[in-house]
């Protein structure tokens, strides 16, 4: 058997139809990598482009969104402080006599009482001159519960507020501060 040329060379055809196979393979790889990373990139361009865009819709919907916001708590700000924490009535004085006085509280204690207004004026009902206030102060409070007890009248500067507020007790009337009276009678010739 004689060894022809062309039968000396065949497998190495075979071997470079391989390679070449194999290069042609790594080129589509290559090619769909490229269009893989060229996608990725027009993707992020598109999302750069909508936060660099100064006037774009989604920004301005998003600035619309937060000023909504924060107006809304601005007015939530003014309604609430001007309920619990302004005074309607910054400095008012009633005199009268201690009908009730009671300490209460479960988390924050605060005295409780009830005051019939001191008008000598008006008689009969007195269910209209009930002034119903709260105070925090402790020494206070005792203060007011000796008064009760002798029977004296007193004289109470207080504030008061739109709403009750737990720490401020139950009314909306806050008293501060409370002196005793000696009322003067009148002598009759």
Same mark, same amino acid.
Request: glycine share 4%.
């Given at each position: 058997?004689?060894l ?7 497998e190495?055809?075979?071997?470079r ?5 194999? %290069? ?7 090619a769909? &990598?490229?269009k893989e990373?060229?996608? @990725? ?5 598109? %999302?750069?482009?909508?936060? +660099? %865009?100064?006037? =774009?819709?989604? *920004? ?8 909504v916001?924060? !107006?809304?708590l601005?007015i939530?700000? +003014? ?8 005074p309607?009535? @910054?400095?008012g &004085? %009633? ?9 209460v509280? &479960? ?12 008008n000598?004026?008006? =008689?009969g ?8 206030? =709260? ?18 009248? !007193?004289v ?14 139950? =009314? ?15 002598? *009759?010739?």
């Open positions: 058997m004689a022809k040329f062309d039968d000396y060379f065949e190495n055809e075979e071997e139809q391989r390679d070449a196979d194999m %290069i042609e393979l790594d080129k589509k790889r290559e769909k &990598q490229k990373e060229e996608a @990725k990139a027009r993707a992020d361009e598109d %999302i750069e482009d909508t936060f +660099i %865009i100064p006037n =774009s819709h989604r *920004r301005k919907k998003l600035w619309m969104r937060w000023s916001v924060v !107006v809304l601005l939530a700000y +003014i309604v609430v402080n001007n309920m619990y924490f302004t309607l009535v @910054k400095e &004085q %009633i005199r009268g006599y201690i009908v009730k006085m009671e300490k509280g &479960q988390f924050f204690d605060s005295y409780e009482g009830e005051l019939v207004m001191d000598r004026q008006v =008689s009902d007195t269910t209209s001159n009930v002034f119903n206030f =709260s105070l925090t102060d402790e020494v206070l409070g005792e203060k007011l519960m000796d008064s009760m007890a002798k029977d004296s009248a !007193v109470m500067t207080y504030r008061r507020y739109g709403n009750a507020l737990p720490w401020r007790g139950n =009314s909306e009337v806050e008293v501060y501060d409370a002196h005793l009276v000696k009322l003067l009678s009148k002598k *009759r010739k």
